[in-house]
């Protein structure tokens, strides 16, 4: 058995705890470039949204 194991036999809550801290640290770049993609495509639909409402220009019969 390594380290590792027996800390997780001996520590369990001490263990988990531990393990979530890693992962939230290791995730959050992740989370952050999601949350700014996430902006970026609400602007991108609030500007189709008003693209859509906008009247169609009539074409100029010349």
Do not use: W
């Not at 380290?3 to 531990?18: G, R």
């Not at 939230?24 to 999601?34: C, D, Q």
Request: include cysteine; proline fraction near 8%; glycine fraction near 2%.
């Amino acid at each position: 058995m390594n380290n590792n194991d027996d800390y997780k036999k001996q520590h369990p809550i001490m263990y988990e705890v531990s393990q979530t801290y890693m992962s939230l640290f290791t995730s959050r770049p992740a989370e952050l470039e999601l949350e700014r993609m996430m902006s970026v495509g609400a602007l991108l639909h609030e500007q189709l949204e008003k693209l859509d409402a906008a009247p169609t220009p009539v074409p100029n019969k010349c």
